[in-house]
């Protein structure tokens, strides 16, 4: 008889905690926690904030009719720690310290592994984060730029890329580390990744400005042009940055980063919606043909992900570019709950060692 495992899967956002449990691959609970401006507004950072989101959390499950005391095993999102392989870490002292004294960005998914190690030590049991946006498989060609001084980082929605591609490996009978996959992860920003035999040897910076435009970020930008607005004397730093991750993209074309909102606006005939929209499609499609080059060729599917991938309207124009090379496999959502869930339960299995973060 297959035993049970009880799960707590924690995904922090800026203004929103997403909580479930699941018991093996079966969801008994599932939650969003939004958190309003005021209450972040009271906090300098975002550790700050540990206290507050842990008691909320306990409060939701609490209320979700769960005791933590029956569970086998705490779940976080992974931050941005130094740059590490894929898996499943067991949370640790330098992880924490790490996260606590050295984070390499703000980002509150730097929570995700203290909240896990905190309501984990209440409940008697391990806590655990899986592919972080850190994760770094990168070749090293891929990592060389135009100038020394500048070199790619590998930063980007690890956790949902690998897990589908996972389960696109399972649903054709073979194992990830068989296969060759572009993964396109679609959501607030957009990541595209180039699996080679269960490795992402190349993938673009989706936090920091780089590949296609997003809802909510600016992407790849003519280089001189972007030095000569910077250095313009208009803008500081931080409004700069801003433009890149946050206030660039979509939601500067159309003052919405919600693209169920630009969905509609297509549908209702708006032509510079549907411009913005088609462009942004197209941004991916190229994008995702770059890493079919860095797989010579060699791709036994092109998957695309994401909560975008629900769109009707950009996975077909992105199908139209990319159908003639490759086979396209649509796996829309998120999924990161699930693939927490999924990476810890098969720790709990023995099918997996838990790597030691050092």
Known sequence: MEKLYKILTINPGSTSTKVAVFENDKELFSTTLRHSSDEIGRYKTIIDQLDFRREVILDAVKQGGIDIAHLDAVIGRGGLLKPIPSGTYEV????IEDIKERPAGQHASNLGALLAAEIAKLAGVKAYIAD????????????LTGLPELERASIFHALNQKAVARLYAESV?????????????MGGGISIGAHRKGLVVDVNNALDGEGPFSPERAGTMPALAFAKLCFSGKYTLAE?????????GVVAHLNSNDMREVEAMVHAG?????????????GVGKAIGSMIAVLKGQVDAVILTGGIAYDKNVVSYIKEMIEPMAKVWVKPGENELEALAMNAQRVL?????????E
């Open 240 to 248: 700069v940055s801003k433009m890149i991750n946050g206030k660039g």
């Open 173 to 185: 009978g073979k194992e990830y580390e068989e296969l060759n996959l572009v993964v396109a992860h």
């Open 92 to 95: 640790n002292a330098q992880m």
């Open 270 to 282: 708006d032509a510079k919606a549907k411009l913005v929209s088609n462009a942004m499609a197209y």
């Open 349 to 357: 299995e023995g099918k997996l060692t838990a790597k030691v973060y």
């Open 132 to 143: 972080p946006v850190v994760v770094d498989e990168l070749q090293d060609v891929a990592r």
